[in-house]
């Protein structure tokens, strides 16, 4: 397993990777990251049995990503669409210098980063998923003829995983023409706790939402969280069950927040309202904590009023009943 290394609030992200072949004597998966002019980007790809040298194409195609992201100009979604179109070149000129890999192709999903902010793309069926508060807000939709099946309402998305056309793909890099790649329209804005998993089919048809959702609210960092994952993954598997690689990352530093993810804003109010407690027994009540118009001076400035709006939060110590409790 490759892991990043613990970054301050401000640098990488924290990351890790686990890659194998599973019941298989090759492993045509491959994964890579690099530092970016604007941050880091993430690329994991399989290179499909189905066709020769499946290997050469994902290698071919993660260096292409790659090199073409920590070169981009800027952070946009014309500059990922470009490093996709570069995976494209770079598949098909491996076909053209090798005759064996004739006819290779390769899935690919790639995440950029930038601050706090993220660009996805793929082509295919290796999956990002993005959790945030614990629980999946978005997952990419594979290039496939079940996940084509299950948009029409032909299928339940559950049944994707054990559908008998599952590996039938309807996109691939390797192909004539351009890359086809689905991309994010627009950056998203991240938030503290938010946390990325790209993987390859191989592991998420083993490993189900649910469980990652639950390994994830579990884990201590990305590395932590992998394990978990690939030990439900290999209580499963039998046979010559396919390869599986999978980056987990957290993007955007837990600074600011307690043991139980409780936001430092709060445990400051907290704490400033025992103190008063303890020192209204003491005989020495303060004013209040005050928030808005009634803040003293040399707090931060105060938004200014719209007339007729209601007047500023004014929090008393002795206000407060012996019964509130934080949400």
């Not at 499946?54 to 979604?77: I, K, M, Q, T, Y």
């Not at 290796?126 to 959790?131: A, H, Q, V």
């Not at 299928?155 to 008998?164: L, Y």
Request: overall charge negative; aromatic content about 4%.
């Amino acid at each position: 397993m490759r892991e990043g290394e613990q970054a301050p609030p401000g640098a990488a992200p924290r990351w890790a990777t686990v890659s194998a072949p599973g019941g298989r004597a090759n492993n045509e998966d491959r994964a890579g990251e690099t530092a970016t002019p604007t941050g880091h980007a993430f690329a994991v790809a399989d290179g499909l049995g189905g066709h020769a040298a499946g290997e050469r194409a994902a290698e071919a195609c993660v260096a292409a990503l790659c090199e073409a992201l920590r070169g981009a100009p800027d952070f946009s979604r014309e500059a990922l669409g470009a490093a996709f179109e570069a995976g494209q070149r770079a598949v098909q000129e491996a076909q053209a210098r090798d005759p064996a890999a004739a006819g290779c192709r390769t899935t690919a999903v790639a995440l950029a980063l930038a601050g706090e902010r993220a660009l996805w793309g793929h082509v295919g069926d290796s999956r990002l998923y993005l959790f945030r508060h614990g629980r999946v807000i978005h997952q990419t939709l594979d290039h496939s003829v079940p996940q084509s099946l299950a948009q029409m309402g032909a299928i339940r998305p559950s049944e994707i995983r054990r559908h008998p056309d599952r590996n039938r793909l309807l996109r691939s890099l390797g192909g004539e023409g351009a890359a086809e790649a689905a991309l994010l329209e627009r950056p998203l804005a991240l938030q503290p706790g938010d946390a990325f998993l790209l993987c390859t089919d191989g592991f998420w048809e083993l490993v189900d939402e649910a469980e990652m959702e639950q390994a994830l609210g579990e884990a201590k960092d990305p590395a932590d969280w992998l394990k978990r994952l690939e030990s439900r993954l290999l209580a499963k598997a039998s046979g010559a069950f396919d390869n599986y690689t999978a980056t987990a990352v957290f993007p955007v530093p837990r600074a600011g927040r307690g043991r139980l993810g409780v936001p430092a804003l709060v445990l400051a109010l907290l704490a400033a309202l025992v103190l008063a407690l303890a020192l209204q027994r003491c005989g020495r009540e303060p004013p209040g904590l005050l928030i808005g118009e009634d803040a003293p001076a040399h707090g931060l400035p105060v938004p200014e009023r719209a007339p007729g709006s209601p007047p500023a939060l004014r929090l008393q110590s002795a206000a407060m009943p012996s019964s509130a409790r934080g949400a």
